[in-house]
């Protein structure tokens, strides 16, 4: 079996290669409108999964073979573990990483030894950052996992849950600071409920918007310029999580005075969960101007919950890179493969072949949309649909110069709409098609 120090860096050798371990399309220096696919792509790998994921699912352990665990949980193990990925970041030629502060370190007895296991093993993020140039693209902390926030952390019917839970957001923002990561994420963990005849939701809200107004808070008082994200999920782990979708996430934003400080995480999965597409969320997103960032993944159609796969859905891919280059593209944030090989895939080279497929399958995503945008088809097609708003009634309802009783005036004169036409929904799909294939 191969470990991650075995194997070779990956590089681009073109749509004909035949090589596993060699990228097919995703070229990082090839330009694309003008600008390289690193910069477009902004790849990111995750901690949690690729480092700690074990595999073990509610019917049995963990199966992966991972030498990097080791047969205990110490702070030495984990400095090592962190070289272990920068070589496979590395490896990968991927420009950035996520971290959540307990994937990395050790819990001690006490947070104040916890929190020294952290410093120890972010000196080695921090030596291993300046050696390879890979950044941080955001930090977030783990306010789920210990039992202590069995009831939540923010959202806890128990305050003390809520105070450690603000202690370890305060001591992430810091490591965050630290090693320049450009973003710091909000997953809602167990921010929901499971029954609500035993919850008091407003109090629970009130309490969420306080905790993310005192992290918005210290970041100025510590000079953390990075971007907050809200990462939404519908259910899992509890039946209804209050970062249901982007719609209820920018109202809670909105609501609670947040909206200049975090913009949007979206992952792919938690978007079908919630009974929306991907592009869905990250068009509502984009259009409110909250879109930041990307947890790239994808579910399985045939099961319910978040399997967190790799992606490697091309109309997928063109859907999300279409989407995010009519916003602008990313600023501060990045895809991050917030995604796990399957139990059955364990050995380390699986790693690899996940990750290849993944950034293989947005490079060709962005290729595709960059020729749907460069012929501006799909556009116009578009553009032709709405036409009725470019002049005449519909300019003057856009301009705010007709009301209720001029628009019945309109009305009675004319008698009824002009013919209305077909929405063409297959011709759109065979003109999609063409580019794909
Ligand atoms: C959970 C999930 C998290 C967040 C970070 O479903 O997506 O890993 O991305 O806490
Ligand atoms: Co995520």
Redesign the pocket.
Known sequence: MKSIQDICRVEYEGPESRNPLAFRHYNPSELVEGKSMRDHLRFSAAY?HTMRGSGADPFGVGTMKRPWEGPVDNVENACNRVRIFFDFCEKMQMPFYCF?DRDVAPEGDSLAQTNKNLDDVVKVFKEEQERTGIKLLWG?ANLFGNPRFVHGAATSCHADSFAYAAAQVKKALEVTLELGGQGY?F?G?REGYMCLWNTDMKREMDHLAAFMHMAVDYAKEIGFKGQFYF?P?PKEPTKHQYDFDTAACVNFLRAYGLQDYVKMNI?TN?ATLAGHSVEHELEYAGMQGFLGSI?ANSGDMLLGW?TDQFPTDIYMTTKIMLTLMKYGGFTTGGLNF?AKVRRESFEPIDLFYAHIGGMDAFAKGLKIAAEIRKTGELADMVAKRYASWDSGIGAEIEKGTQNFKTLEAYMLAKGDVDETQSGNQELYENVVNRYIF
Do not use: A, F, Q, Y
């Open positions: 949690w959540h977030t994420t997953w963990g990462e999920k992952e938690h947890d978040d917030d």
